[in-house]
């Protein structure tokens, strides 16, 4: 059965640090691209970042380029978010997704929230 389960999340100070992770079952995790999204209450789902299949290379949203890496262990079955400087914006459910040509999975979420 394939499936996404993102952990990490939690609530973290302004500032601060949190590295998400997802891992992939039930499927060839190396021949997906993956993506991390977000969705904040009332507002549409967004990209935030991604990565190619052997994680060459990588694509940011400019809200949080500079702050927030992509990476992929595909040894692991594993794609991460490392998020740094974070900010009450980034608040939200963040999203793994792994996409090969028309097929796409989902992760559930794991929800992150950037207050004091």
């Known amino acids: 059965q394939v499936q996404l389960v993102e952990s990490g999340g939690g609530l973290v100070q302004p500032g601060g640090s949190l590295r998400l992770s997802c891992a992939a079952s039930?499927?060839?995790?190396?021949?997906?691209?993956t993506s991390w999204y977000r969705q904040a209450p009332g507002m549409e789902r967004e990209l935030v970042a991604s990565?190619?299949?052997?994680?060459?290379?990588?694509n940011y949203a400019d809200s949080v380029k500079g702050r927030f890496t992509i990476s992929r262990d595909n040894a692991k079955n594993t794609v991460y978010l490392q998020m740094r400087t974070l900010k009450p914006e980034d608040t939200g459910v963040y999203y793994c997704?792994?996409?090969?040509?028309?097929?796409?999975?989902w992760g559930q979420g794991t929800q992150v929230t950037v207050s004091s």
């Open positions: 997704k792994a996409v090969r040509s028309w097929n796409a999975y």
């Open positions: 039930g499927f060839t995790f190396s021949s997906y691209a």
């Open positions: 990565i190619d299949s052997v994680g060459a290379d990588t």
